[in-house]
T-cell receptor, first 112, second 116 residues
Framework: RKEVEQDPGPFNVPEGATVAFNCTYSNSASQSFFWYRQDCRKEPKLLMSVYSSGNEDGRFTAQLNRASQYISLLIRDSKLSDSVTYLCVVNREDTGFQKLVFGTGTRLLVSP | GAGVSQSPSNKVTEKGKDVELRCDPISGHTALYWYRQRLGQGLEFLIYFQGNSAPDKSGLPSDRFSAERTGESVSTLTIQRTQQEDSAVYLC??????????????FGNGTRLTVT
């Protein structure tokens, strides 16, 4: 089983739609969580950190469920520019050092 | 200041040759990571530096791969006797605040390596 698992998609939605992705992680010692976005053939860029209490940044909302070991990303009012791959990232700190593990990503396609 | 800088941006090499990839992290960032991303695949962790030390080398695919970091700054990833399966984008990232878990990664643009 992969340490971080995501549905690869693609998720096809029309402009203005609301869409949500989940990501599950297997290591209960994971401490920090992030969502990154990656345009085709470009480097990943931080979208948002995920806090235990949940957090919102404009149209994006991230939630963490430690009991079930998953994080989610909700995108409201989808834009064409949201058509990228969303990477779930989990930071493992149980071995005394940082190791950020990336999921393989969920691809979103927003159509006009 | 400047972001993470990687060079070269593209490298084409013949099978069996050695290559050296360079990463200049953001000034002051103590943690530095190397990842590999094959076409259409996710990011594969290679190695992590805290300062000049590499506490985790578990991701290096084989003994043909090595990396070093000096002056808590520049890092080089060396691949010896390259193979075609080494073809990928090699991404470097750094993070600040002593590499604390809640510090996000800042990525360079990557080096696209093609082994012919």
């Amino acid at each position: 089983r992969k340490e971080v698992e995501q549905d690869p998609g693609p998720f096809n939605v029309p402009e203005g739609a609301t869409v949500a992705f989940n990501c599950t992680y297997s290591n209960s010692a994971s401490q920090s969580f992030f969502w990154y976005r990656q345009d085709c053939r470009k480097e990943p860029k931080l979208l948002m950190s995920v806090y235990s209490s949940g957090n919102e940044d404009g149209r994006f909302t991230a939630q963490l469920n430690r009991a079930s070991q998953y994080i989610s990303l909700l995108i409201r009012d989808s834009k064409l520019s949201d058509s990228v791959t969303y990477l779930c990232v989990v930071n493992r700190e149980d071995t005394g050092f940082q190791k950020l593990v990336f999921g393989t990503g969920t691809r979103l396609l927003v159509s006009p | 200041g400047a972001g993470v800088s990687q060079s070269p941006s593209n490298k084409v090499t013949e099978k069996g040759k050695d290559v050296e990839l360079r990463c200049d992290p953001i000034s002051g960032h103590t943690a530095l990571y190397w990842y590999r991303q094959r076409l259409g695949q996710g990011l594969e962790f290679l190695i992590y530096f805290q300062g000049n030390s590499a506490p985790d080398k578990s991701g290096l695919p084989s003994d043909r791969f090595s990396a070093e970091r000096t002056g808590e700054s520049v890092s080089t990833l060396t691949i010896q006797r390259t193979q075609q399966e080494d073809s990928a984008v090699y991404l470097c990232a750094s993070s600040g605040e002593g590499g604390q878990g809640n510090s996000p990664l800042h990525f360079g643009n990557g080096t696209r390596l093609t082994v012919t």
